[in-house]
């Protein structure tokens, strides 16, 4: 498994700056992408100052959109990086999404052992149940976002025969394989749904296999807070000294999200 890194980046660019030198630190041997989704008259400001530390450096043709789409619809700035150029760079098969504010301090391919060739993985990956489904924003009943919910659903059963109960996730950290990519390519309508239920769903619908392992993301868990696990997708900063316990272990988290500060490069 060749697996590059997409560090995927549109604010706070010392922030970035930082967290890249740290993932590339600890991930010496993975080539690293950028994807640039800010504004687009910034663009060469990020550039000058990341691109010593990146392989390449991509600009989204989406970076024009409005915040909310590509906060809803990040999964088209993704694969508008395949199509215009991820598809053309060499040496990697599969390719491990890291976000600006998540900071990563250890190897990835030791946080994911065992994960094979053709396999992607989405963080927080499960059954869309009821009580999901009644607690969150993207479903829950008197929600704006439930139109787009119910009309999804129509359109998989539709266009697919899919019957089952669709999966969710929360879209903080992923590897995605150039399988995915090619099946993803496929999808004619891309904006119906929202990435953290339709991309892990379209992804048992084209079968492709799912690595499981519990990075310590937060899903509606009533005994932790925010802030007291390793992952979590609200603006709710990862606390120093949780990161600073984990760092202790020896088989302890290396992955965290949100980070908004910069850390001691040693």
């Given at each position: 498994?060749?697996l590059a ?21 600890h ?9 640039y989704g ?5 663009a060469g ?27 809803i ?16 760079l060499?040496?990697?098969?599969s ?7 998540a900071?990563i ?11 094979k ?5 989405i963080?927080?990956?499960r059954?869309?149940n009821?009580?999901i ?12 976002e439930?139109i787009?919910y119910?009309n999804?659903?129509?359109?998989i ?5 899919y ?20 099946k ?11 990435l953290e239920?339709?991309?892990p ?7 492709i ?7 310590g ?8 807070r ?12 990862i606390?120093?000294n949780?990161?600073?316990t ?9 992955i ?11």
């Open positions: 498994m060749k890194i997409l560090f995927w980046f549109y604010k706070e660019p010392e922030i970035c700056l930082n967290h890249l030198k740290l993932l590339k630190k991930n010496p041997n993975s080539k690293i992408f950028g994807l800010g504004a687009k008259e910034d400001k990020y550039k000058k100052k990341l691109n010593d530390y990146l392989d390449d450096f991509h600009v989204s043709k989406l970076c024009d959109k409005p915040r909310d789409y590509k906060w619809h990040g999964d088209l700035m993704l694969l508008d990086w395949y199509q215009d150029r991820g598809i053309s060499t040496d990697w098969d390719v491990a999404v890291v976000q600006w504010d900071l301090l250890g190897d990835i391919k030791k946080q994911l052992p065992g994960i060739k053709g396999e992607i993985f963080s927080g990956t059954i869309l009821n009580y489904e009644e607690k969150w924003n993207w479903t829950k009943k008197g929600s704006k439930r787009n119910l999804f659903q129509k359109h059963k539709n266009e697919y025969n019957k089952n109960k669709l999966l969710c996730s929360l879209f903080i950290f992923q590897v995605f394989s150039k399988n995915f990519f090619d993803w390519l496929t999808v004619e309508d891309k904006e119906l749904g929202m239920y339709k991309i769903t379209y992804a048992k619908i084209f079968n296999p799912m690595y499981k392992k519990d990075l993301v937060w899903w509606f868990n009533k005994k932790t925010r802030g007291e696990t390793p992952l979590n997708a609200a603006e709710k900063e606390p120093e949780f990161i600073q984990e760092l202790d272990k020896k088989d302890g988290f290396r965290f999200h949100p980070y908004f500060k910069e850390w001691d490069i040693k």
